[in-house]
């Protein structure tokens, strides 16, 4: 009879273990499925953002963690990447449900240009917000370069070859009627440029990014440099041909310059699958602007954080859940079809 009781009691336990076990384990270990919580359901989603030093991984963290801190249905994990390309890759690959990318990028990835001119079009993806704007800065150590047009015949980085940076510098040499045969380009990193600008060893550089930029406030630490603007009649002719770009000013106290610099941006844009439901990306879209008013403090890009800015995408459509939250604000957006 101890024995029967004993064995009764040893069943028990397992079954017992066995249902704590099912209980604790969640959604399933493949992101973007729903698991059963307290609130409801919620979505995991990957969030691939960009090298561990730059502003996608840092603002993506803080975004990360206030959508799956409040109450918006999605548990958000932000990971490190090798930025825009590798992101579009990454959501095709299903290894990613939404990303940051820039807007440049997003579109040569959209139609199968540029950088996907080899790989063709990848149409699975919509467009979540623009949360903040990357100014293209020219920067010389040169005071008598004063317009791009003044980049003829001289030695000018145009970043990595094939990288993003390369297309914006094509792009802004070709609304000047200017190639790669009327400068001398060099194919260098953000630092490296810097370093040959300190060294005399080119004129000039194209460096992509949110201003104040350290590659350029470094360089101004040691030498005079200088940021070439652009004119009206050129930034207008390049946006009627890649409207991608937007027209931007860096106020001349960024950098302690004597003027404003006018060029051009392209937005940081967060991407989402098309596989994801319109009930997660609905809830990630709200945290964005619930996070500017509630949790400000934690980056500095959330004070860029505009309804209009995030909504101002055009070529490629918007997620069916980011596209209701701005519907709910008083915005139409164009929706993909999913």
Known sequence: MKKMKSLLAFVFAGVLA?????????????AGDAESGAS???TNLRFMTGGESGTYYAYGSVLAQYATNGDYGVSVTA??????????????????????CQSDVTAYAYEGTNLFQETGAYTDFSVVATLYQEQVQIVTCNPDIKTVADLAGKTVSVGAANSGVYFNALDVLGAYDLTLDDIEPVYQSFADSA???????????FIVAGAPTTAITDLSTTKTAYLVSMDDEHVNKLIETSPYYAKATIAADVY???????????????????????????GFTKSL??????????????????LE????????????GAAKYYEEQGITVESAEI
């Open 289 to 306: 602007f619930d996070g500017k008013e509630n949790n400000a403090e934690a980056h500095a890009k959330y004070e860029e954080l505009s």
């Open 195 to 205: 370093d040959s600008l300190k060294d005399d060893k080119i004129d000039a550089a």
């Open 40 to 42: 409801g359901e919620t």
């Open 256 to 282: 302690g310059l004597e003027s404003d610099t006018t060029t051009v941006s392209v937005g940081a844009v967060v991407l989402a699958s098309n596989y994801i439901s319109e009930d997660a990306i609905y």
């Open 309 to 320: 800015e995030a909504a101002s995408v055009k070529g490629v459509p918007y997620h069916p």
């Open 79 to 100: 990971l490190s990447s090798n930025g825009s390309q590798a992101n579009v890759q990454a959501l095709q690959d299903d290894d990613a449900d939404i990303v940051f």
């Open 18 to 30: 066995l249902g704590m076990f099912g209980c604790s384990s969640g959604g399933s270990d493949s």
